[in-house]
């Protein structure tokens, strides 16, 4: 297998931009997320890889070759589709033979190969159901065999999960990771959520209109997003303008007009030597955790304390706190701690 | 290099295909129309309106004309009163025995007009049995009403065609999301409010396109003014007068006519049915039928609907008695008794007998398989590539739905009573293939939109997975694409046999000593009073039909019951 290369890459519906000049290199067997909201472009830039749209400009290559021309079924891409594309004329052996039956294998590989890849997704006692009698997850599970059956060159998975309920979104995503890194495939996933997008990938891009604003490992995302909307699409941000640097102590160590502060690396204090003096707008129970809304007269924050039992934390909507990013470095250690 | 050379390939194959299907509809639907322009325009010296002028200046022809207009505005209006109270009645009150009764409601479209008015002739004409059933329990000494003229044509048309309104209408109901209906409820609106409201916005399109297709059948109705129509002329008849006197030119002149009258209503209908575009929601929640109302209004209902199944199964069932019975019984007895297997026996034993039979069974399944083949690949091009060019084949495809019969049969006289280029040379008229030739070009409109319907409902991605698994376009259309849209292509396929089996119009304009059709032969034995022959032909035709019908229901359940 070789790394996947996108270059120069636009692409336009008559006069909609929707892909603007993308350039990526996805790695052989990496896990490899586009991560963006609905309209983004990132279904039409997995569809220019598995060659159903021809990009208006750029080219696609596979390693040295250059595969921008080719027919999608000359691609050997392993695709799945939001909604499984599985052909109802045929039983869960046939939909998953279907792509070998054409590349004319022998009955007795074909009869292997599916046997391999039903054992390795759970499907082994469904081959002669037919599709409209499996569940969600079944099908998503014949799908993702019918691709991989074929050893594609890359498996593009098009928001798989999206029509399971959330239950069952966690646990195939496990799967997929699991069976990913067994046949050790270089894979693109689609999705647009940000959970999803960081528990499972090794690289994520972020778009938005047509254009990559960040790529990354999932952690380096989350710490030091580029811009304000990769900020506050993949979790929830708080902006500190320059102008309060020094209320927060943040040194202006660059020439930043803003930066980022996660609502968990903030903390209310009631010791008005820590920190800028706001009053509590709103606060909701979240479970894990409470969040709140507060402010300082001129601007709005966002923090999550986490709920550590014993109930409530002792703010009310109304009270007067201080805010401050300077988290202890005693509990700091230890939500690190707890987080590893 | 070899990739570049596939897909001119590819291309050659699609451009070799438009040839063929340009090459075609230009012989055998544009041209035609031209040559019945140029028949009804041509005079001794040039062209002229003076065929036109003479025609429109006799007063009795201006009568057929507004005869003509009024049959398709009744039927229309009597169909629409009676399809929509019936589909509304089977939405929301019908309960036990729902299935049963929607088949029967259905059956009228099974069966071949003519066979129906032949079959209200014998249950209701001058020496029907319920008419002499009548005179005898009244002791009259004459009928007690004259099953002839405008009013008959009326309730023979309602009774064959309301089935349009009554199917769309029902389908159309279904896209009814029953959480509107309850949210306009709560919100206090009476049942009268919710109709207007959120049910009639709903089924709106599905009632302008059958009053298009209702009026368009009333107009170019030919069997039931022909044989029932006592003193009243219509244009379709009229066609056919003027051909068999060998008057082309005044066909032709009637035949534009007849056009302009049906283009004229299908535009103005087609312009409305624009503005009344309404998109479903995707999740409906269905309409249960209303339980436990026993009032008087259900109880009418009841009623009327029972009345409603006698009339429709009566003529069915009157035709399959009388087949078995000796037709010297069936001319004199009020109420024919002396069985025979005479009639069945002389049809299956005599080749001469059997002979339009199977020549109808032939030429509606060459309707059907040459229909297929040319609108199945122009579909899937269509609904897959868009675009103008594919608009305007469409276009070209759907031209014959605003042709009535005569129309295009006439078309096809005039433009291959001589050799033609399109026919290789050939003059077709009075050969076997211009009955199943214009069979086809009726049925392609229907056969063009059952799979286009088709066509739609498949998922698109299905294409996309198979290419991307690595079939080329001839497999993923052949192994994916076919199979999947299979049963809707077989239900317009038989929907086409069973239109086209007894089909009365065309084939009395172009049948000749080959190719002599069921329909005609019930006809001609009628009126060489063979009547047990002709009713038993009747009752063979309808049992094709209800087999066809049958197969349908197991092919597409979802879209019919």
Same mark, same amino acid.
């Given at each position: 297998?070789?790394?996947?290369?996108?270059?120069?890459?636009?692409?336009?519906?008559?006069?909609?931009?929707?892909?603007?000049?993308?350039?990526?290199?996805?790695?052989?067997?990496?896990?490899?997320?586009?991560?963006?909201?609905?309209?983004?472009?990132?279904?039409?830039?997995?569809?220019?890889?598995?060659?159903?749209?021809?990009?208006?400009?750029?080219?696609?290559?596979?390693?040295?070759?250059?595969?921008?021309?080719?027919?999608?079924?000359?691609?050997?891409?392993?695709?799945?589709?939001?909604?499984?594309?599985?052909?109802?004329?045929?039983?869960?052996?046939?939909?998953?033979?279907?792509?070998?039956?054409?590349?004319?294998?022998?009955?007795?590989?074909?009869?292997?190969?599916?046997?391999?890849?039903?054992?390795?997704?759970?499907?082994?006692?469904? /081959?002669?159901?037919? @599709? !409209?009698? +499996?569940?969600?997850?079944?099908? =998503?599970?014949? &799908?993702?065999?019918?691709?991989?059956? #074929?050893?594609?060159?890359?498996?593009?998975?098009?928001?798989?999960?999206?029509?399971?309920?959330?239950?069952?979104?966690?646990?195939?995503?496990?799967?997929?990771?699991?069976?990913? /890194?067994?046949?050790? @495939? !270089?894979? +693109?996933?689609?999705?647009?959520? =940000?959970?999803? &997008?960081?528990?499972?990938?090794?690289? #994520?891009?972020?778009?938005?209109?047509?254009?990559?604003?960040?790529?990354?490992?999932?952690?380096?995302?989350?710490?030091?997003?580029?811009?304000?909307?990769?900020?506050?699409?993949?979790?929830?941000?708080?902006?500190?303008?320059?102008?309060?640097?020094?209320?927060?102590?943040? &040194?202006?160590?660059?020439?930043?007009?803003?930066?980022?502060?996660?609502?968990?690396?903030?903390?209310?204090?009631?010791?008005?030597?820590?920190?800028?003096?706001?009053?509590?707008?709103?606060?909701?129970?979240?479970?894990?955790?409470?969040?709140?809304?507060?402010?300082?007269?001129?601007?709005?924050?966002?923090?999550?304390?986490?709920?550590?039992?014993?109930?409530?934390?002792?703010?009310?909507?109304?009270?007067?706190?201080?805010?401050?990013?300077?988290?202890?470095?005693?509990?700091?250690?230890?939500?690190?701690?707890?987080?590893? | 290099?070899?990739?570049?050379?596939?897909?001119?390939?590819?291309?050659?194959?699609?451009?070799?295909?438009?040839?063929?299907?340009?090459?075609?509809?230009?012989?055998?639907?544009?041209?035609?129309?031209?040559?019945?322009?140029?028949?009804?325009?041509?005079?001794?010296?040039?062209?002229?309106?003076?065929?036109?002028?003479?025609?429109?200046?006799?007063?009795?022809?201006?009568?057929?004309?507004?005869?003509?207009?009024?049959?398709?505005?009744?039927?229309?209006?009597?169909?629409?009163?009676?399809?929509?109270?019936?589909?509304?009645?089977?939405?929301?009150?019908?309960?036990?025995?729902?299935?049963?009764?929607?088949?029967?409601?259905?059956?009228?479209?099974?069966?071949?007009?003519?066979?129906?008015?032949?079959?209200?002739?014998?249950?209701?004409?001058?020496?029907?049995?319920?008419?002499?059933?009548?005179?005898?329990?009244?002791?009259?000494?004459?009928?007690?009403?004259?099953?002839?003229?405008?009013?008959?044509?009326?309730?023979?048309?309602?009774?064959?065609?309301?089935?349009?309104?009554?199917?769309?209408?029902?389908?159309?109901?279904?896209?009814?999301?029953?959480?509107?209906?309850?949210?306009?409820?709560?919100?206090?609106?009476?049942?009268?409010?919710?109709?207007?409201?959120?049910?009639?916005?709903?089924?709106?399109?599905?009632?302008?396109?059958?009053?298009?297709?209702?009026?368009?059948?009333?107009?170019?109705?030919?069997?039931?003014?022909?044989?029932?129509?006592?003193?009243?002329?219509?244009?379709?008849?009229?066609?056919?007068?003027?051909?068999?006197?060998?008057?082309?030119?005044?066909?032709?002149?009637?035949?534009?006519?007849?056009?302009?009258?049906?283009?004229?209503?299908?535009?103005?209908?087609?312009?409305?049915?624009?503005?009344?575009?309404?998109?479903?929601?995707?999740?409906?929640?269905?309409?249960?039928?209303?339980?436990?109302?026993?009032?008087?209004?259900?109880?009418?209902?009841?009623?009327?609907?029972?009345?409603?199944?006698?009339?429709?199964?009566?003529?069915?069932?009157?035709?399959?008695?009388?087949?078995?019975?000796?037709?010297?019984?069936?001319?004199?007895?009020?109420?024919?008794?002396?069985?025979?297997?005479?009639?069945?026996?002389?049809?299956?034993?005599?080749?001469?007998?059997?002979?339009?039979?199977?020549?109808?069974?032939?030429?509606?399944?060459?309707?059907?398989?040459?229909?297929?083949?040319?609108?199945?690949?122009?579909?899937?091009?269509?609904?897959?590539?868009?675009?103008?060019?594919?608009?305007?084949?469409?276009?070209?495809?759907?031209?014959?739905?605003?042709?009535?019969?005569?129309?295009?049969?006439?078309?096809?006289?005039?433009?291959?009573?001589?050799?033609?280029?399109?026919?290789?040379?050939?003059?077709?008229?009075?050969?076997?293939?211009?009955?199943?030739?214009?069979?086809?070009?009726?049925?392609?409109?229907?056969?063009?939109?059952?799979?286009?319907?088709?066509?739609?409902?498949?998922?698109?991605?299905?294409?996309?997975?198979?290419?991307?698994?690595?079939?080329?376009?001839?497999?993923?259309?052949?192994?994916?694409?076919?199979?999947?849209?299979?049963?809707?292509?077989?239900?317009?396929?038989?929907?086409?046999?069973?239109?086209?089996?007894?089909?009365?119009?065309?084939?009395?304009?172009?049948?000749?000593?080959?190719?002599?059709?069921?329909?005609?032969?019930?006809?001609?034995?009628?009126?060489?009073?063979?009547?047990?022959?002709?009713?038993?032909?009747?009752?063979?035709?309808?049992?094709?039909?209800?087999?066809?019908?049958?197969?349908?229901?197991?092919?597409?359940?979802?879209?019919?019951?």
């Amino acid at each position: 297998m070789s790394d996947i290369i996108i270059k120069d890459v636009s692409h336009a519906y008559e006069t909609e931009k929707v892909l603007a000049d993308i350039n990526l290199t996805i790695h052989s067997g990496e896990f490899f997320t586009l991560l963006g909201p609905s309209g983004c472009g990132k279904t039409t830039l997995l569809r220019v890889l598995a060659g159903l749209i021809r990009p208006s400009e750029g080219r696609i290559f596979a390693g040295d070759t250059d595969i921008t021309e080719l027919e999608p079924e000359k691609r050997n891409m392993g695709l799945v589709f939001q909604n499984y594309a599985l052909f109802p004329n045929m039983t869960v052996k046939e939909n998953i033979a279907y792509g070998l039956k054409i590349r004319k294998y022998p009955k007795h590989e074909i009869e292997e190969k599916c046997s391999y890849y039903m054992e390795l997704s759970g499907l082994s006692d469904l /081959r002669g159901r037919k @599709i !409209t009698e +499996l569940s969600g997850g079944q099908q =998503q599970r014949v &799908a993702i065999a019918r691709a991989l059956v #074929i050893e594609p060159q890359m498996l593009l998975l098009d928001e798989p999960m999206s029509n399971l309920d959330v239950a069952l979104r966690v646990k195939m995503r496990e799967e997929i990771r699991t069976i990913q /890194r067994k046949v050790g @495939i !270089t894979t +693109l996933f689609i999705t647009h959520d =940000q959970q999803e &997008a960081l528990s499972i990938s090794d690289r #994520i891009a972020v778009m938005k209109n047509g254009n990559v604003l960040q790529t990354g490992a999932p952690k380096e995302i989350y710490d030091n997003p580029n811009q304000e909307f990769v900020a506050n699409f993949v979790g929830a941000s708080n902006r500190i303008e320059k102008a309060v640097y020094g209320k927060f102590g943040i &040194a202006e160590k660059e020439d930043v007009p803003y930066v980022f502060m996660r609502p968990e690396q903030m903390k209310l204090c009631r010791d008005a030597a820590d920190g800028v003096r706001v009053k509590i707008e709103n606060m909701k129970f979240l479970g894990v955790y409470f969040e709140y809304e507060v402010s300082d007269g001129e601007y709005e924050y966002s923090v999550i304390e986490i709920n550590r039992g014993g109930g409530h934390t002792g703010w009310t909507i109304g009270d007067t706190a201080y805010l401050t990013c300077k988290i202890p470095e005693k509990e700091r250690k230890r939500s690190q701690e707890e987080g590893a | 290099m070899r990739d570049i050379i596939k897909r001119q390939k590819k291309y050659t194959v699609r451009y070799l295909w438009y040839a063929v299907l340009l090459f075609l509809l230009t012989g055998y639907i544009i041209m035609p129309f031209f040559h019945t322009l140029a028949q009804a325009f041509r005079t001794g010296e040039g062209y002229s309106f003076a065929a036109f002028h003479s025609y429109l200046s006799n007063p009795n022809q201006l009568r057929v004309i507004s005869n003509t207009v009024w049959m398709g505005v009744c039927s229309a209006v009597t169909c629409g009163i009676i399809g929509i109270a019936l589909a509304m009645y089977m939405t929301f009150l019908s309960g036990r025995g729902k299935k049963i009764i929607h088949i029967l409601l259905l059956s009228p479209m099974m069966i071949p007009g003519v066979i129906t008015v032949i079959s209200f002739i014998q249950l209701y004409g001058e020496s029907g049995i319920f008419t002499k059933g009548i005179e005898y329990l009244l002791h009259l000494k004459s009928a007690p009403y004259e099953f002839q003229g405008f009013g008959a044509i009326i309730f023979v048309i309602t009774y064959t065609q309301y089935v349009y309104f009554y199917l769309n209408v029902y389908v159309a109901l279904k896209y009814v999301d029953y959480s509107t209906i309850e949210a306009a409820r709560s919100l206090g609106a009476s049942r009268f409010q919710v109709f207007k409201d959120v049910i009639w916005p709903v089924i709106t399109p599905a009632v302008l396109t059958s009053l298009i297709v209702t009026f368009a059948s009333g107009i170019s109705a030919y069997s039931a003014p022909n044989l029932i129509g006592g003193g009243f002329k219509v244009l379709s008849t009229q066609i056919v007068r003027s051909k068999a006197n060998n008057h082309m030119d005044v066909a032709s002149v009637q035949v534009i006519i007849l056009f302009i009258i049906s283009l004229t209503v299908m535009l103005l209908i087609q312009y409305y049915s624009r503005r009344y575009q309404v998109n479903p929601t995707d999740r409906t929640t269905e309409i249960r039928p209303v339980k436990g109302k026993h009032g008087v209004f259900v109880f009418l209902c009841r009623m009327v609907i029972l009345f409603q199944i006698l009339l429709i199964v009566l003529p069915i069932l009157a035709i399959i008695y009388l087949s078995f019975m000796e037709t010297r019984s069936i001319m004199t007895n009020i109420f024919p008794h002396d069985f025979t297997l005479e009639n069945y026996l002389t049809i299956f034993q005599k080749p001469r007998v059997l002979k339009p039979l199977l020549n109808s069974l032939r030429m509606s399944m060459m309707a059907v398989a040459a229909g297929l083949l040319i609108t199945v690949p122009s579909s899937y091009l269509i609904v897959r590539y868009k675009g103008r060019f594919h608009g305007a084949l469409r276009l070209l495809l759907m031209l014959p739905w605003i042709m009535p019969a005569s129309v295009v049969a006439i078309n096809l006289i005039n433009s291959f009573n001589k050799a033609s280029v399109f026919a290789f040379g050939q003059s077709l008229i009075g050969g076997f293939y211009i009955v199943p030739i214009a069979y086809t070009i009726t049925a392609l409109p229907l056969l063009l939109s059952s799979n286009e319907v088709a066509l739609i409902g498949l998922n698109r991605n299905l294409e996309d997975a198979s290419r991307s698994l690595g079939a080329d376009m001839k497999h993923t259309f052949l192994r994916v694409i076919i199979p999947n849209i299979a049963p809707g292509i077989m239900a317009g396929g038989v929907l086409v046999l069973i239109r086209t089996i007894g089909e009365y119009t065309m084939s009395a304009l172009l049948y000749g000593v080959y190719n002599r059709p069921i329909s005609i032969s019930m006809i001609t034995n009628m009126q060489e009073f063979k009547i047990g022959i002709s009713l038993a032909y009747g009752v063979i035709t309808i049992m094709i039909c209800y087999l066809a019908l049958a197969l349908i229901f197991v092919l597409d359940k979802k879209r019919f019951l």
